[in-house]
């Protein structure tokens, strides 16, 4: 059982290039987000999603867009790459809080993403 | 909106030792779930612990177990008989449940070192 799997792991874009993440789960989990991690900064949500065909703007969604079009599917899409978007980031899916029993999150192993 | 502080940003503790990292957040919600994630070099995100602000047992996890402070709104971890594989940042997180995405929102982390 993969869980949540991230492509590509590590990426360095240039400035003004484009390019997009991928998030796959094979957990059936309605809900999935996308985040990211800066020093000193913890987790922040770019954008989430409750379901195919539905997303919606987290904390820090400038410069940003996501595609649901799969349920097991979560991408997130930077059309014009800047220097300040140089992050790891991470994906997550979930059930609604009622349905897991312990996991409120299950986390992919991040993209490091460096934008010189 | 919630806010999570993570007061330490890095912290230290002797092999077999205990440590206590601090958390507090800011909400006017009744109803909400609290947790505590490791993240290690891997960069893996790893839940340690959660407590549902409903119950007022601290929640326990083998040498890791939790004061929950409702009134005060302050979460911290602590750690028994620390080990060297506890080395990492430590993030804790808050999450309300309802209508919507049942998004996370995470301290600044704290750093976490283990000396032998």
Same mark, same amino acid.
């Given at each position: 059982?993969?869980?949540?799997?991230?492509?590509?792991?590590?990426?360095?874009?240039?400035?003004?290039?484009?390019?997009?993440?991928?998030?796959?789960? %094979?957990?059936?989990?309605?809900?999935? @987000?996308?985040?990211?991690?800066?020093?000193?900064?913890?987790? $922040?949500?770019?954008?989430?999603?409750?379901?195919?065909?539905?997303? /919606?703007?987290?904390?820090?969604?400038?410069?940003?867009?996501?595609?649901?079009?799969?349920?097991?599917?979560?991408?997130?899409?930077?059309?014009? /790459? /800047?220097?300040?978007?140089?992050?790891? @980031?991470?994906? /997550?899916?979930?059930?609604?809080?009622?349905?897991?029993?312990?996991?409120?999150?299950?986390?992919? %192993?991040?993209? $490091?993403?460096?934008?010189? | 909106?919630?806010?999570?502080?993570?007061?330490?940003?890095?912290?230290?503790?002797?092999?077999?030792?205990?440590?206590?990292?601090? =958390?507090?957040?800011?909400?006017?919600?009744?109803?909400?779930?609290? !947790?505590?994630?490791?993240?290690?070099?891997?960069?893996?995100?790893?839940?340690?612990?959660?407590?549902?602000?409903?119950?007022?047992?601290?929640? *326990?996890?083998?040498? !890791?177990?939790?004061?929950?402070?409702?009134?005060?709104?302050?979460?911290?971890?602590?750690?028994?008989?620390?080990?060297?594989?506890? *080395?990492?940042?430590?993030? =804790?997180? !808050?999450?309300?449940?309802?209508?919507?995405?049942?998004?996370?929102?995470?301290?600044?982390?704290?750093?976490?070192?283990?000396?032998?």
């Amino acid at each position: 059982n993969a869980g949540v799997t991230q492509t590509p792991k590590f990426r360095v874009l240039k400035t003004g290039q484009s390019m997009t993440l991928l998030c796959a789960q %094979d957990m059936n989990h309605e809900y999935m @987000y996308w985040y990211r991690q800066d020093p000193g900064m913890g987790l $922040r949500l770019i954008h989430y999603s409750v379901g195919e065909g539905t997303t /919606a703007k987290g904390e820090v969604p400038d410069g940003y867009n996501v595609s649901r079009l799969k349920k097991q599917n979560f991408l997130l899409g930077l059309e014009s /790459a /800047a220097p300040s978007q140089t992050s790891v @980031y991470f994906c /997550a899916s979930s059930l609604p809080p009622a349905s897991y029993s312990n996991q409120p999150q299950h986390f992919g %192993d991040g993209t $490091r993403l460096s934008i010189l | 909106a919630q806010t999570v502080t993570q007061s330490q940003p890095e912290m230290s503790v002797q092999e077999a030792e205990t440590v206590t990292l601090s =958390c507090t957040y800011d909400t006017s919600e009744n109803n909400y779930y609290l !947790f505590w994630y490791k993240q290690p070099p891997s960069r893996q995100m790893i839940l340690v612990i959660r407590q549902e602000a409903y119950k007022q047992q601290n929640a *326990t996890e083998n040498r !890791f177990s939790v004061n929950f402070q409702k009134a005060a709104k302050s979460f911290s971890l602590k750690i028994s008989d620390s080990q060297l594989g506890d *080395t990492a940042m430590y993030f =804790c997180a !808050f999450m309300k449940p309802g209508a919507g995405s049942y998004q996370l929102t995470f301290g600044k982390g704290t750093k976490l070192s283990v000396i032998p």
